[in-house]
């Protein structure tokens, strides 16, 4: 070993450090479960003090010694296990997948080459398939991990455009101008994509959405219909299954069988509300998705897997071997399984499969649908409460554990609305540690609850509306109007 080298900076592969490494391991272990175990006790999102120096030393240091600035950084992080951490689709990850990433990050392998994971490569399309078939997306289906929702959009219609407009070789040049069409709901990734792909983001024509936040069919066709009269080819439609704000679903059946008519691929961003596929009572709400040609679902969202952890599935695996595959030639190309790194946007990338695998193995599927039940309990029960104030309105029903909302308080001019909503947002976070996020929805600031956390219960939803009628007393005073 280097002499200038901490006697711990690796684990010895012959063990001459196991019983310090050993120590170092438990110590962090300990500072972890101390943190998550009394996460209730933190705030939702805390305030930040200055961290720790960044500034890189000219010596190795002492490892036990930095794992008190670790513990500032923990304590200094956003905190998905608090009950009051309703804000975002970020949930406090199942315990199996910590420890899934935990061995991932121990074996570091590379999901480029079956050769650098011989284990996770086989692992991952298996799952993948397994997952893809749930979706009812049929034999030849499969899928892979990918690091986000906006990247299996990404890699979704890139397959999509290559096959649709026969384009792997030559790209666009001298292309009639390709456009997808996506609901005005869909996540900004649609958008991202376009650029990437060369379409800009005008490239992807917004259709209208309905009160409910659903795309509209009819307005679909005639988005495609006027398309097609300014000289455009749209070769996709994106439709959303569990939209960013709200957590609507577009109406699958009826948007395929447009798809189908004109000829475009169907991708279904699930990113969040794929894992109603989990739920017997609510996977009704997904009908149609089997009929799509991918999907992206990131169970680093409702399936509580740690980040980061997203899928994009296909209905013909084949698809990506002909019309994506780029195959790398430093690779074994005996190969018995596929290297993944050649039909995937990503090359080398995590092992995310283990943490998944694991976290399903635990909970299999009756503890996800008993998670995704709770949490749609919890939804009825807020829902009540905001029907019970009449200045209270909901942006639309929810279709999932999404719970947009504002207040409209007659004592305040309109104009005066997205303030108050904002400073509401504020109030409940200092003063009821909970975390509501804030997002523009229609032109208007909404306040959004997730309702992920298995430890907020009614009687925190309760005490949270009991807040908000005590803050409401005063409104306009708080606000200076
Ligand atoms: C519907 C939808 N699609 C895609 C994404 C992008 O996912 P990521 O942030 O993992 O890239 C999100 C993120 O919230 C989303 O809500």
């Given at each position: 070993?280097?002499l200038?080298l901490?006697?711990n900076?690796?684990?010895d592969p ?6 310090q490494?050993?120590s ?5 272990a ?15 999102l ?6 720790p120096?960044a500034t890189?030393?000219?010596?190795p240091?002492d490892l036990?010694?930095?794992l ?11 905190n998905?296990?608090?009950?009051g951490?309703?804000g975002h689709?970020d949930?406090?990850?199942?315990t199996?997948s910590?420890?899934?990433d ?8 590379n999901?480029?080459s ?5 284990a ?5 399309p298996?799952?993948m398939?397994?997952?893809?078939q ?6 030849r289906?499969?899928?892979?991990l990918v690091s986000g ?11 999509a ?5 026969n ?7 001298g ?11 869909a ?7 376009a650029?990437v792909?060369?379409?800009?983001r005008q ?11 659903q795309?509209?069919?009819e307005?679909?066709e ?12 749209p ?5 959303t299954a569990?939209t960013?704000?709200?957590?609507s679903?577009?109406p ?12 475009l691929w169907?991708?279904?961003d699930?990113a969040?509300?794929g894992?109603l596929?989990?739920?017997?009572d609510?996977?009704y709400r997904l009908?149609g ?7 992206t679902?990131?169970p680093q969202?409702?399936l509580y897997v740690?980040k980061t952890?997203?899928s ?11 019309h ?11 190969a ?6 050649e039909?995937a946007?990503?090359?080398t ?6 943490k998944l695998w694991?976290a399903?193995q635990?909970?299999?599927k009756?503890?996800?649908?008993a998670l995704?039940?709770t ?6 029960s807020?829902?009540?409460?905001i ?6 309105t ?8 999404l719970v947009c909302?504002r ?21 409940l ?5 909970v975390?509501l ?9 909404w306040?959004k609850?997730v309702?992920l956390?298995?430890?907020?219960t ?12 005590t803050l ?6 708080d606000l200076g109007?």
């Amino acid at each position: 070993m280097v002499l200038s080298l901490p006697e711990n900076a690796f684990i010895d592969p012959s063990g001459h450090n196991q019983a310090q490494i050993s120590s170092l391991l438990k110590a962090t272990a300990d500072q972890i479960l101390d943190y998550l175990s009394s996460a209730a006790t933190h705030p939702p999102l805390p305030e930040l003090d200055p961290l720790p120096l960044a500034t890189i030393p000219d010596q190795p240091g002492d490892l036990a010694e930095l794992l008190a600035p670790l513990q500032r950084i923990m304590t200094q992080s956003m905190n998905p296990a608090h009950p009051g951490y309703i804000g975002h689709m970020d949930p406090l990850p199942t315990t199996a997948s910590l420890l899934g990433d935990w061995v991932a990050a121990a074996l570091n392998n590379n999901m480029l080459s079956v050769e650098m994971s011989p284990a996770l490569s086989r692992l991952e399309p298996q799952l993948m398939a397994e997952i893809a078939q749930m979706f009812g997306l049929g034999e030849r289906s499969g899928g892979l991990l990918v690091s986000g929702g906006s990247l299996a959009n990404l890699q979704a219609l890139t397959v999509a455009r290559n096959l649709k407009l026969n384009c792997l070789d030559q790209g666009l040049i001298g292309q009639v101008p390709p456009v997808i069409l996506a609901s005005e709901m869909a996540h900004t990734s649609i958008q991202k994509a376009a650029m990437v792909l060369g379409l800009g983001r005008q490239g992807v024509i917004p259709v209208a959405a309905d009160a409910q936040g659903q795309m509209h069919p009819e307005a679909l066709e005639n988005c495609l219909q006027a398309c097609l009269r300014a000289g455009q080819r749209p070769f996709a439609v994106v439709a959303t299954a569990g939209t960013t704000v709200t957590g609507s679903i577009d109406p699958l059946l009826a948007i395929h069988r447009l798809a189908r008519s004109y000829n475009l691929w169907f991708h279904v961003d699930a990113a969040y509300g794929g894992a109603l596929i989990f739920s017997p009572d609510q996977s009704y709400r997904l009908e149609g998705i089997h009929l799509a040609d991918s999907i992206t679902f990131n169970p680093q969202k409702w399936l509580y897997v740690t980040k980061t952890c997203a899928s994009v599935l296909f209905r013909d695996m084949t698809w990506l071997q002909d019309h994506f595959r780029i195959s790398a030639p430093y690779m074994n190309d005996l190969a018995d399984w596929t290297n993944l790194g050649e039909i995937a946007l990503q090359g080398t990338r995590h092992g995310d499969s283990l943490k998944l695998w694991l976290a399903l193995q635990h909970l299999g599927k009756a503890g996800y649908a008993a998670l995704i039940e709770t949490s749609y309990d919890l939804t009825r029960s807020m829902v009540d409460y905001i029907d019970q104030r009449s200045h209270l309105t909901l942006a639309c029903t929810p279709a999932m554990n999404l719970v947009c909302f504002r207040s409209c308080p007659r004592a305040l001019p309109e104009s005066q609305w997205d303030r108050w909503n904002s400073h509401l947002q504020k109030e409940l976070l200092k003063a009821g540690q909970v975390f509501l996020s804030l997002p523009w929805w229609r032109g208007q600031r909404w306040l959004k609850a997730v309702l992920l956390n298995p430890y907020t219960t009614k009687e925190h939803i309760g005490q949270w509306f009991e807040l908000i009628d005590t803050l409401s007393v005063s409104v306009g005073t708080d606000l200076g109007v």
